[in-house]
């Protein structure tokens, strides 16, 4: 497809340039949406075509905007006008040479090109929508996102078409410069674009996706859409690095990887939370005995405040790359990560990196953790397990907060953690590792093994909240030590935790060291991700 950055010349053109000397060249065509026919420019040195183009875009800016007040300078478009093969989930970006602002009125519509149906209209003058993601209805979205210089719309999941052609309209003052020009488009023929002829084959096992637009899929949530509801063939969807703003949910899609090129450099993050999409509700099919009253067809009754969230998903690994809830402290509870399994959904969780506030991660179900980091403030680990945390690096942000609340019911285990790390920027104090109210949670399970704690750790450690007694609840540590070796001082943890000993406690230690014990006999390592052959 065309590049972003607006109409460039065509690949036969550049292959006719390339087989012919210098002096033959006579012309090169550049294709401008909304022209009778291409612009034709006489010989030019191939030392000078940046130039020309950069020229071609400047007179693209000015035909596809017009202006009501002073111009409004656009750097470039995406889909670029006249672009073709572009995929139908992608999102529309417009950047401008300076931040623009969202009008206080007018609309953004797209637009079939064979008829001028409109088949998406964006009224800015309100700011929050509601669509369907994953099968799963009422969520609220943010039409229009604008980030530095970039505005990008967002259109409804499903809206565009394989093999179609579509143009966008703009009203004047959806997006407005300093309080100057106001951005318009109205012409038909000024920002077209035609999508993909047809989508990846069916039974496909390996998907692309890429923020630019360059692979299968330019967003997460299109490339999971494809998978078929029900599926059980190992599928991998390779994620390009970029940043995709974006919610994501699926459910009922098994044996699914989801694998970042990059760790810091592919990022899914995205603003949502319990006030934003405030929907009681939480794992109807998690338990042995599943509950879903008052769910739509089995996903109604669930959360939809997480980043990130897979429901009833059976065999999911999620490697190298960021999810981050981009919510601001004190929004409420944010998870970057919601897994929503059952006690042998087999998810895994290898070098990913995690970051919210409250409630970062909450797991019910089966799942493993491999060289994590997590980060937030308030019970930023919960759920009902079991998990298995093998190397992970958790960092609560503020003093006085909470690393876990783990509510597991007494038929399985809770959250385990092996040589991990339990830490907070300088000046955070005062945390504690878990928390619960034993009257509503009695079997809660916290055990910590070989961890490095720092002085983010309080000296109390535990704690318990709304009476009750601490008799079934494990709050269990084992060689506890700072950074540099040097042993915890638990001299002043809560009565009732317990520091596991050697020899005494061999057998305890070796049993919860042990991931298939936590985790009800399935062995992670085993997983192709580690090497092995997988399987259950």
Known sequence: MSSARGPAFTRESNQRLEDKPRHRVRFIPILLAGLPRP?????????LRARAALVVLTLIAARVFAADAAPLPLASAFPAPGATGVCPDTPLRLTFSAPPALGASGRIEIHTAANGEVVETIDVSARTAVKTIGGLPNYSYYPVLIDGNTATICPRNGVLAYGKSYYVTLDAGVFTLD??????????????????????????????????????FCTVQGALDFVPDGNTTPTTIFIRKGR?????????????????????????AYANNDRFNNNSGGNPFGSANPNPAGAVRGRGAIY?????????????????????????????????IILNGTPTA??????????????????????????????????????????????????????????TQI???????????????????????????????????????????????????????????????????????????????????????????????QPDDAATIANYSNPSFVLGGWDPRTAPIFGGAGGR
């Open 39 to 47: 612009i034709e420019f006489p010989s030019i040195p191939m030392h």
């Open 179 to 216: 309080g100057g020009g106001s951005a318009a488009a109205a012409d038909p023929q000024a920002w077209r674009f035609t999508t993909k002829s047809a989508p990846p084959a069916a039974g496909t096992t390996r998907l692309t996706v890429a923020a630019d637009g360059r692979a299968d």
């Open 244 to 268: 995709y703003e974006e919610i994501v949910f699926f459910t009922n899609r098994h044996h699914l990887t989801l694998l970042g090129e990059d760790r810091h450099e592919t990022v899914i």
């Open 304 to 336: 939809h405040r997480g980043m990130f969230m897979a429901h009833r998903v059976n065999d999911l690994t999620i490697a190298n790359l960021t999810l981050r809830n981009t919510t601001p402290h004190g929004g409420s509870q944010a998870e970057a």
């Open 346 to 403: 087999h998810a895994i969780l290898k070098d990913v990196d995690l970051f919210s506030y409250q409630d970062t991660l909450q797991i019910n179900g089966q799942a493993f953790l491999s060289n994590c980091y997590l980060e937030g403030d308030v019970d930023f680990m919960w759920g009902t397990g079991p998990c298995f945390f093998e190397r992970c690096t958790a960092r609560s942000v503020r003093s006085a907060a909470y690393y």
């Open 407 to 501: 509510r597991n019911p007494p038929t399985n285990h809770g959250y385990v953690y092996l040589h991990c790390t339990f830490d907070g920027p300088a000046g955070v104090t005062g945390n504690f590792l878990s928390r619960i109210q034993p009257t509503r949670f009695p079997a809660s399970e916290v055990v910590l093994l070989d961890c490095v704690q720092n002085e983010a750790v309080g000296a109390v450690a535990w704690q318990l909240q709304g009476g009750g007694e601490i008799a079934q609840v494990h709050f269990w540590e084992w060689n506890s030590h700072t950074a540099d070796g040097r042993p915890v001082d638990t001299a002043q943890r809560l009565a009732g935790s317990r520091q596991l000993r």
